[in-house]
């Protein structure tokens, strides 16, 4: 995912924890500006989306996460 700000890039990978860099579209060079490690990794299959504001100190972001239940039956015949 990407969105373009001041003619660089901005990126994130999705592994956790994600890395959101800046690249710079003419050499390429990379610059990590934030990390994102959520602390409730329960469920948690993919930070999908991170918005970033101006002065990239502040973000949100979305993620996917899949819920379940185990439960234990017994008795049954």
Not at 8 to 33: F, N, Q, Y
Not at 53 to 59: I, Q, S, V
Request: glycine share 8%.
């Amino acid at each position: 995912m990407g969105a373009r700000r001041g003619g660089l890039l901005t990126i994130k990978h999705d592994v956790l924890p994600v890395v959101v860099e800046r690249v710079d579209a003419a050499t390429g060079s990379r610059r990590p500006i934030l990390t994102i490690d959520p602390a409730d990794k329960n469920g948690l299959l993919q930070v999908v989306t991170v918005s970033l504001a101006a002065d990239n100190r502040h973000y949100a972001y979305d993620c996917w996460r899949a819920r379940t239940r185990l439960l234990t039956v017994e008795g049954l015949r």
